[in-house]
């Protein structure tokens, strides 16, 4: 069973910055697309950006030139670099990757706060 374990939230101040990590771990042979979801209070879940194992990204509308998404391959890691943060970003954002181990999966972590206040 593929573990997603995410750290680095927390709260921050509109216009400041915070690290998101998430490291896969557990028997894996590969892994095709990571990305990070948000969820904030009574609203569906959201993606915010995902990455493929070739490096290719997509953004939220919402986060484009704001956030950015990057991953380490030999560490099993995604990570994502949120600056110029704002209130609206406050949410529980979740890890998720999809891929290969004794079988295939998709596996989610199990999430961190992000709270940024005004």
């Known amino acids: 069973q593929v573990q997603l374990v995410e750290s680095g939230g927390g709260l921050v101040q509109a216009g400041g910055s915070l690290r998101l990590s998430c490291a896969a771990s557990?028997?894996?042979?590969?892994?095709?697309?990571m990305g990070w979801y948000r969820q904030a209070p009574g609203k569906q879940r959201e993606l915010v950006a995902y990455?493929?194992?070739?490096?290719?990204?997509n953004y939220a509308d919402s986060v484009k030139g704001r956030f950015t998404i990057s991953r380490d391959n030999p560490k099993n890691t995604v990570y994502l670099q949120m600056n110029s943060l704002k209130p609206e970003d406050t949410a529980v954002y979740y890890c998720?990757?999809?891929?290969?181990?004794?079988?295939?999966?998709?596996?989610w972590g199990q999430g961190t706060q992000v709270t940024v206040s005004s």
């Open positions: 990455i493929t194992s070739g490096g290719s990204t």
């Open positions: 557990g028997i894996i042979f590969s892994i095709n697309t």
């Open positions: 998720n990757a999809d891929g290969l181990g004794p079988h295939l999966f998709r596996s």
